[in-house]
């Protein structure tokens, strides 16, 4: 007789459904307390943010790095701005992006081109993409799998096209989940929070994966001008300008985390980031 599941074992399926059933949360509240419509690009304003030396520190570039050898085609999916590819080409003898935001791909061009790094293609797919033939020596996708519900069908197309390992970088925690607080207190209910690095830990443990876990940590939270803060805020929280709900958010952001300087010091997005690896089946 089989072993029964159990949270803490769950079967592949189990463990599917409930990535499912966070995403599908995390979407059905969006989509009711949004007080504006998404861009048609919905990275656009953000995107360089994205890019090789842009805001957003990479900190697990050095984890990667070691994770591909010198001279092999990685394919990293979900390259955003070329935080990564950029960087990984130096290493890799050749670099396939995969990216379906337009303000994405510009920025990875823009920066491949400031860096003076060649050798990277750049395709406008989402993934997975049934036409796509063509493997990879090492397939990567950082911070990419919060919000996708076929998480499954994701992992499987990585596992057919890699020759040799299956890369991917997660937070400890999805969007938004530092201002967990906030986001009760402004549209009066719990966050649905998104899956993150240890619901990914299950599902391989489900997928009987054998794999190796690099941790980095992140830096801590620093003060920012508090209109930089009062816009993060705003975006995580999916707030209009001028709404009620954005004055109330104002209000807590000065309350909670302001400083004497008139700054303010918003929760760290996370305390740690997560690098996985391992072997795609044969």
Known sequence: MSEAPSPLRPIEEQALDEWRRL?????????????????????RPTAARFRAGGALPALE???????????ETLLDIGAGGGRFAVPLAR????????????????????SAAESGVTGIE???????????????DVTLASHVLY???????????????????CVVALGETARGAQLAALWEAVHGEQLATLPALRELLALLGARRRRYELRIVLSPPAEPAD????FE??????????????EARMRDLVREWYGRPDGRATLPAMRDFVGVVSWTPPA
């Open 61 to 71: 570039l050095p984890l990667l790095e070691v994770l591909i050898e010198p001279g």
């Open 91 to 110: 290493r890799a003898g050749r670099v396939i992006a995969i990216e379906p935001s337009e303000a994405m791909r510009a920025n990875l061009e823009g």
């Open 226 to 229: 508090a209109e930089e803060a």
């Open 232 to 245: 993060l805020a705003r975006r995580l929280l999916w707030l209009a300008v001028g709404s009620a709900k």
């Open 23 to 43: 995403v599908a949360a995390d979407a059905e509240q969006v989509t009711r307390l949004r007080e504006h419509e998404r861009e048609r690009d919905h990275y």
């Open 122 to 136: 750049l395709h406008d797919r989402r993934w997975p993409d049934p036409a796509w033939s063509e493997a990879a």
């Open 147 to 165: 919000d996708i519900s076929e998480v499954g069908a994701f992992l499987d197309a990585m596992e057919q096209h890699s020759r040799r390992l």
